[in-house]
T-cell receptor, first 114, second 113 residues
Framework: DSGVTQTPKHLITATGQRVTLRCSPRSGDLSVYWYQQSLDQGLQFLIQ???????AKGNILERFSAQQFPDLHSELNLSSLELGDSALYFC?????????????FGPGTRLTVT | GQQVMQIPQYQHVQEGEDFTTYCNSS?????IQWYKQRPGGHPVFLIQ?????EVKKQKRLTFQFGEAKKNSSLHITATQTTDVGTYFC?????????????FGQGTRLTINP
């Protein structure tokens, strides 16, 4: 158990809909990262937050947005969903803001868009 | 864009054989991390290499960071069925502002018992 929690575990929704994925980092970790992993694909970095502020952006679509709240949990919002958005979404946390720190991954949320 | 390339994409071995995965970057890396993802699981941090030419060992796993800090390798001696999974390298690119960890595509290891 990494100490990072993600909800829900599975999500099935239709094209055009909007969903919210939730992540709680490990106790003491200030950074939260979001990744997308499609079938047989690597980990695509989406976005990083550190202590409530956006820190780094990756290949995140304009239809996607995220935020980190004062209690440090984070939410990833996916809107106008398309079939291609079906993937495993991982949240990871680390103690610092730079990529030099090891990241602890949550169990992931599997999103299926039908 | 800046990428971290990992080869091979897939590797199937007989139990007891050795296994190596390679990671290459066109850019000098600040550090490199290795993660393992078991089937159906999430990535788990294995190790971080920082110094040029660094070699670290964890039991049957040997990690190397190249002299130019542009490549790295993970070697597993005498594989066991518990080694099954996908191994990812992740390189830290030294950019202005926020440093980003860039993951390779991973090498999926399967083992015939």
């Amino acid at each position: 158990d990494s100490g990072v929690t993600q909800t829900p575990k599975h999500l099935i929704t239709a094209t055009g809909q909007r969903v919210t994925l939730r992540c709680s980092p490990r106790s003491g970790d200030l950074s939260v990262y979001w990744y997308q992993q499609s079938l047989d694909q690597g980990l695509q970095f989406l976005i990083q937050y550190y202590n409530g502020e956006e820190r780094a952006k990756g290949n995140i679509l304009e239809r996607f947005s995220a935020q980190q709240f004062p209690d440090l949990h984070s939410e990833l919002n996916l809107s106008s969903l398309e079939l291609g958005d079906s993937a495993l979404y991982f949240c990871a946390s680390s103690v610092g803001y730079s990529g030099a720190y090891e990241q602890y991954f949550g169990p992931g949320t599997r999103l299926t868009v039908t | 864009g800046q990428q971290v390339m990992q080869i091979p994409q897939y590797q199937h071995v007989q139990e007891g054989e050795d296994f190596t995965t390679y990671c290459n970057s066109s850019t000098t890396l600040s550090n490199i991390q290795w993660y393992k993802q078991r089937p159906g699981g999430h990535p788990v941090f294995l190790i971080q290499l920082v110094k040029s030419g660094e070699v670290k060992k964890q039991k049957r796993l040997t990690f190397q960071f190249g002299e130019a800090k542009k490549n790295s390798s993970l070697h597993i001696t005498a594989t066991q069925t518990t080694d099954v999974g996908t191994y990812f390298c992740a390189g830290l690119l030294p950019t202005q502002g926020a440093q980003k960890l860039v993951f390779g595509q991973g090498t999926r290891l399967t083992i015939n018992p």
